[in-house]
C-alpha cells in the first residue's frame, strides 16, 4: 500500500533507539525526508552508514530532549535543512525506575516527565506553528499501553504516559480544525533495549529473558510475544499518512491484549 510518503518531511524525536530507528528507516524507505534526534554524535554516525538513504534524505541533529533549548534548535534546524515540516513524530521515551510510592522521589519523577511529557508538548509547541501555516500536516506520539495499564510499582512511567495521552487529545482539538491530524500509538512490550532494562528493573536476575517475556507478555491474545519495532513503526506511518486523515485523537494500540473498554 502506498501511504503517500514521498518527500515528506518528517520530525523524528530519538531517532537512535530501537523504535525510534526503526521508524526512521521505514520513513526513509517510503521515500519521505527525515530529520531525526539523538543525544550522541556516536550513536548518529553508527547509524547513518546502515539506512541505505540519499544524502539529501536524512538529517541529523545531537540534541537532548530534556533541554527546551536543544529541542527548538532541533525543529529550526531541521526546518532550515528541508524548508518545511509535514510530521512530526515524538518518539523520544524514558521507561522511569520502579519503587513503591514510599520509596518513590520527586526528582523521578521529574525527570519521567520532563521526557515523556514536557518534551512532547515542547517539540510540537515549536513544529505546530509550521504546520498551522500550511494548514496540512500530522503527529503520531509514541506513548505507551501504559497509558491504559496501571501497574503497581511503575507510577512514574506509566502516569507520564496517561499525561501524554491526555495532552495528545487535547493538541487534537486545538489543532483539527487547521486540517493537521494527531493521533498516538500505544505499544505494548517491545523488543528493545530499553525493555530488557524494564525487565531488569523488574525481576532483577530471578528470571531469564525468555521467563520474563512471558510474564510480561503473557495475557497476549496472540503470540504471547514482544512487538517489534518494525510493528510500531508501521503503526507509526499508517496514522502520520493522509490516508488516516479522518483519524485524530486516538490510541492506536500495538499488541494483542483483549480486555474490556474503559
Known amino acids: 500500500m502506498d501511504l503517500l510518503l514521498k518527500d515528506k518531511v518528517v520530525l523524528v524525536t530519538g531517532g537512535t533507539g530501537g523504535i525510534g530507528s526503526a521508524i526512521v528507516r521505514r520513513y526513509l524507505a517510503d521515500g519521505a525526508k527525515v530529520a531525526f534526534s539523538s543525544t550522541s554524535q556516536e550513536k548518529i554516525d553508527k547509524l547513518l552508514p546502515t539506512l541505505n538513504a540519499r544524502e539529501d534524505q536524512v538529517f541529523a541533529v545531537v540534541a ?15 526546518k532550515e535543512h528541508f524548508g518545511t515540516i509535514d510530521i512530526v513524530v515524538p518518539n523520544a521515551g524514558y521507561e522511569g525506575k520502579a519503587h513503591p510510592v514510599q520509596d518513590m522521589t520527586l526528582d523521578l ?3 519521567t516527565y520532563m521526557l515523556n511529557v514536557f ?3 515542547l517539540i510540537l509547541k515549536y513544529a ?9 500536516g500530522s503527529v503520531v506520539v509514541v506513548a505507551s499501553a501504559a497509558a491504559y495499564e ?22 487534537a482539538c486545538e489543532l483539527g480544525p487547521m486540517g493537521i491530524h494527531v493521533n498516538y500509538v500505544c505499544p505494548g512490550p517491545v523488543d528493545t533495549d530499553m525493555m530488557r532494562r524494564i525487565e531488569k528493573d523488574f525481576f532483577g536476575d530471578s ?27 508501521t503503526a507509526v506511518l499508517f496514522l502520520s499518512s ?17 480486555s474490556a473498554p474503559n
Do not use: W
Open 150 to 171: 496501571p501497574t503497581p510499582g511503575n507510577s512514574a512511567y506509566v502516569s507520564s504516559k496517561y499525561a501524554v495521552a491526555g495532552l495528545t487529545k487535547c493538541i
Open 207 to 233: 528470571m531469564t529473558h525468555e521467563e520474563a517475556m512471558a510474564q510480561l507478555a503473557g495475557a497476549y491474545a496472540m503470540d504471547k510475544r514482544y512487538a517489534t519495532p518494525d510493528e510500531v513503526a
Open 64 to 78: 537532548n530532549m530534556n533541554y527546551e533549548e536543544d529541542i527548538k534548535n532541533f525543529v529550526e534546524k531541521a
Open 128 to 136: 505546530a506553528p509550521t504546520l498551522i501555516e500550511k494548514q496540512k
Open 109 to 111: 519523577f521529574k525527570e
Open 119 to 121: 518534551s512532547v508538548m
Open 242 to 258: 493522509e490516508l488516516a486523515s479522518h483519524t485524530s485523537g486516538m490510541g492506536f494500540h500495538v499488541d494483542s491484549k483483549v
